[in-house]
């Protein structure tokens, strides 16, 4: 069974552009989190989406958005790029809504370099 | 405000010691931890997970303990191995897990030979 895909592995942007990042769960999966992992705050919660709906948000600003598809492949945008969101963006799916009692799976990560 | 601590960034022990990683929480309303561990350059991988009705749940080599009323949890690893050096996560989540994951900052465990 293929494991979580993120694509692409590595980024680099400049200040004030945008980037689309994506993320493809597990077959079967349908619930897809995000997290932003920086080595100052460690992995921190940016939303989660299942069924198409965004069910939690994280404390990040609007500039980060994202959706998920009916195939349950997600993506997540973030607009007006800073410094400060240069980090490793991971994916996480789970079979329901991503708890503790179904085990998130992680994708390898998005390195994202803003210059 | 950091709900879930883990105060120790880095960890060094030796081959066929014991590692123990340490993890507090404030939020009483946790009631499910979990460990991941981190190689470079992957996801984080679940190691073990323990609910708020235990004290503790072992699985081969790792062992997760739980003090509820210290608000706080320990990853033992024995005996440890080069391949479990790795950044390793401390999680937690509220209403038997079925609310969104809130991690640690994450310690870097170094087993050498």
């Known amino acids: 069974k293929a494991g979580v895909t993120q694509t692409p592995r590595y980024l680099i942007k400049t200040r004030g552009q945008q980037v689309t990042l994506s993320c493809s769960p597990i077959?079967?999966?349908?619930?897809v989190s995000w997290y932003q992992q920086t080595p100052g705050q460690g992995l921190q919660f940016l939303f989660e989406?299942?069924?198409?709906?965004?069910?939690n948000k994280g404390n990040f600003p609007g500039r980060f958005s994202g959706r998920q598809f009916s195939n349950s492949r997600s993506e997540m945008n973030v607009s007006t790029l800073e410094l400060g969101d240069s980090a490793l963006y991971l994916c996480a799916s789970s079979l329901s809504l991503a708890g503790a009692t179904d085990t998130q799976y992680f994708g390898p990560g998005t390195r994202l370099t803003v210059l | 405000d950091q709900q879930v601590k883990q105060n120790s960034p880095s960890l060094s022990v030796q081959e066929g010691r014991i590692s123990i990683l340490n993890c507090d929480y404030t939020n009483s309303m946790f009631d499910y931890f979990l460990w991941y561990k981190k190689y470079p350059a992957e996801g984080p991988t679940f190691l073990i997970s323990?609910?708020?009705?235990?004290d503790k749940n072992e699985d081969g080599r790792f062992t997760v303990f739980l003090n509820k009323s210290a608000k706080h949890l320990s990853l033992h690893i024995v005996p440890s191995q080069p391949g479990d050096s790795a950044v390793y996560f401390c999680a937690a989540s509220a209403d038997s897990g079925y609310s969104t994951l809130t991690f640690g900052k994450g310690t870097m465990l170094l087993v050498s030979p």
């Open positions: 323990i609910s708020s009705i235990k």
């Open positions: 989406y299942f069924s198409e709906t965004q069910r």
């Open positions: 077959s079967g999966h349908r619930s």
